[in-house]
Structure formats: structure tokens, C-alpha cells
């Protein structure tokens, strides 16, 4: 069948995407309600509590809120590194099974490896993934810092990739936000911008992924169409991109 997956949702409101290898299903993070996750993936015919591992990438809540609720009323066991666990200040309730990896450990799912990658986000112990099976690769790349050394050449080995954008300098320089928190996301610890995450796709040649999701987008410091206007700019308008929405879930993908 090799690997489907969705964007439930992207962005500083909520967090969560979705990926199927095989016979495997996961969730990456836990930043919407149980019943918004239950709804979206319903809509798309995919049942919440056949999900077999919730995979957590970092501390902030808008990637950990409902990992209890996940739990509790779904049955999900949660994956975390100790620090990530030990660093979430929002109150996850009674949880019963969480299982511990270390920054930069490979998991395996039956035969689905997910590779965690450590990242300079100015969290306690912040990771990205790349899920391998069947030959495929598909990289769940957000909440990143800054474009750190061992990012391009990640991208340049996957097949598909959601992809933090998260801002677009001229809208952050003449946005609402305190200069104290335009530093942080402008800073090694933030997020991408549009024109570093369309560098970096470019910077792949001809091994770039066959599609990028743009994900992460600002909802005060971006627009979707700025976000594609500034891929398309470097990438050429026939290259695949789509748009993890921060209010609605994205349609099934195929890697």
C-alpha cells in the first residue's frame, strides 16, 4: 500500500499529522482536541483508535495539549524522550503508558522505522521524523530553528516532505509582534521563513522530494499564497506543493 498520510492540522493553534505504512498507523503530536482528531480523520475514513503509537516531537503546547485525552479516551500509547516529557508544562492528566525514546534513536512500528532527528527549536529536547517503509521516506520537518547543517542533506533523501514555512520576513518586520519575539523566531532557536524553506528545497537538485507540504505557517506573520508564490518563485510553478491549513485537514497524500 506504501504511505498515506494528512495534515489534521498545522500551526501555533494546534498540531497533529497523520501517517499509514502498511499495516501501520501513527500520529505525530497531539495539538487538537480528541474530537476534532476523531472528526478529521473519520472524514477521510480512517478510525483514531486503530492508531498505533502517538509520537510526540517537543514540549510547546500547541504539539502536546491532548496527548492525555489521545490516551485516555483512544487507548494511544505515547512516545516522548524523558526531557520532552519532564519539560511539558500544560497538564496532560493521568497517563498509563508512555514509552521513552532518545533524541536521534530510530523506532520501529512492525516493519515502519521512524528516524527522530534532533533540532536547534528552542525547545527542551525538539525532533523531527523521518518515516521509512517499503523504500519510501517521508519527512515530518517542522518547529526546525534555524536551516542547521544536517538539514539539507536529510531533505535531499526523502520522497516527500512536510515542511516547516513558517514566516515571511517583510510580514514579520511590519507585524504586530514585540521586537523581543520577532528575534525568537527570526533566531537560531524559531522557525523557518518561506525563503529559507524554498532554499533549501531548490539546494536539493535534482533530489529534491517529489512533493513538499508547506507547513507551520504563521497565521499573523504569513498567507498561504504568499507562502506558495515565494516556493514557486524558486522552485518553478510545475513543482508539487501543497498547504497544511491551520483550521481544516489537508487531503490524503501518497509518497
Sequence with gaps: MGVVTLSLQSGSNGNAIYVEA????????????????ERRLAQRGRD????????????HSDHVRCAGIYQRKFG??????RTTHRAIYCNLGRLTDVRYFRSGDSLQFGRVTVHTVPTPHDAADAVVFV????GRRLGVLTDLGHPFARLGPLLEDLDAAYLESNYD?????????????????????????????????RGCGRHRPKWVALAHLSEQNNDPQVALETHR???GDGYPLHVAGRYRASQLLRV
Design 22 to 37: 502498511g499495516d501501520v498507523r501513527l500520529l505525530f503530536d497531539a495539538g487538537i482536541s480528541g474530537v476534532l482528531a
Design 48 to 59: 483514531i483508535r486503530q492508531v498505533d503509537a502517538l509520537i510526540l516531537s517537543h514540549d
Design 76 to 81: 494511544l500509547p505515547i512516545y516522548t524522550t
Design 131 to 134: 518515516v521509512e517503509h517499503g
Design 169 to 201: 520576513p517583510q510580514m514579520l518586520d511590519e507585524g504586530p509582534y514585540p521586537p523581543f519575539l520577532k528575534a525568537r523566531i527570526r533566531g537560531v532557536g524559531g522557525h523557518l521563513s518561506n525563503l529559507e524553506a524554498a532554499e533549501l528545497v
Design 233 to 235: 518563485r524558486h522552485l
